[in-house]
């Protein structure tokens, strides 16, 4: 029953501002304003670790004269499993979307619809959003203090959302991440100028 109710007021959220089709992700896909300028070099050195430990393993392996065909396959996979669990996601942003590419395909949400801004503390933070019709795109939040664009087009789109009532819970988390994109832009100005 609860599920049901939950559903309609999607629906109803949906009607009231648009679905995707209009305006959404999907249309606005080929509008990408934004992308991650550092992922390029994060994957590449995802690359290289997992290359590396799979080189070290079959170099070892070949100075023991233990390698054949079996061992070698599990230092490759090894390797490649490496690449997989470092590999980031590519965010990347539009109009009104945010997403995140992984390696099982891209998830997105709108950011004028957003109705949750999380940040979950671990081994590695991360900070979930959530858009009324329940997208949810998890990502590290160093993303934004690199990408100044990325924060601009999630902060703008966070604003609307905040001005129709949606987004109930997430003010704490966009204000501590306002400070530190801001104050990372200064220092980088500061230092560019010699100053700091």
Partial sequence: MGRRQTMRARVRILDAYGP???????????????????????ARAAWCCGLALGGVLLLADLARGSLDVPRGCCWAVLGTTLVALLRPARISAG????????????????????????????VAPRLVLRDAAGGRVEFDPGVLAANPLLWHLLESGARRSRRRGL??????????????????????????????
Avoid at 25 to 41: I, K, M, Q, S
Avoid at 179 to 186: F, H, I, L, N, S
Wanted: charged content about 30%; proline content about 2%; cysteine-free.
């Fill in 20 to 42: 995707a089709g209009a305006g959404g992700p999907v249309a606005a896909a080929a509008h990408v304003l934004a992308r991650d300028r550092t992922w390029r070099r994060e």
């Fill in 95 to 122: 109009e009104n979307w945010f997403a995140s590419r992984g390696l099982f395909g891209e998830r997105r949400v709108r950011t004028d619809l957003l109705v949750q801004v999380r940040r979950a503390d671990g």
């Fill in 167 to 196: 987004l109930r819970e997430g003010a704490p988390v966009l204000a501590a991440l306002a400070e530190r994109v801001d104050g990372d832009g200064a220092r980088q100005l500061l230092r560019s100028a010699g100053l700091e």
